[in-house]
């Protein structure tokens, strides 16, 4: 198990910046996959930005250039950093972490911080 602590989100106009944090309860190293989801009143969940367990990244297409991932391995904290914030990044943003093997992956989520971006 984990237990994922996120932080950073906030109220900021558009094309403001924020960095969102996360941090985890055990060391990165025995995490498979650490990602960032998000979710917007009236639609489901969705990725947002994932780093694999050996430092490959994805994005969703509508960040692309404009978010970035990382993470912080002596603080088993992942960021986010979202740059040129835009109304239709408001969201509750959630981190993930899945553990396990291959066939097996378990998902873990932090409790989700809110982001809004006002136009």
């Known amino acids: 198990q984990v237990q994922l602590v996120e932080s950073g989100g906030g109220l900021v106009q558009a094309g403001a910046s924020l960095r969102l944090s996360c941090a985890a309860s055990r060391s990165i190293f025995t995490i498979n996959n650490m990602g960032w989801y998000r979710q917007a009143p009236g639609k489901q969940r969705e990725l947002v930005a994932v780093i694999f367990v050996g430092g490959n990244r994805n994005y969703a297409d509508s960040v692309k250039g404009r978010f970035t991932i990382s993470r912080e391995n002596a603080k088993s904290t992942v960021y986010l950093q979202m740059n040129s914030l835009k109304p239709e990044d408001t969201a509750v943003y959630y981190c993930?972490?899945?553990?396990?093997?291959?066939?097996?992956?378990?998902?873990?989520w932090g409790q989700g911080t809110q982001v809004t971006v006002s136009s």
């Open positions: 993930n972490a899945q553990i396990g093997t291959t066939r097996d992956l378990k998902d873990y």
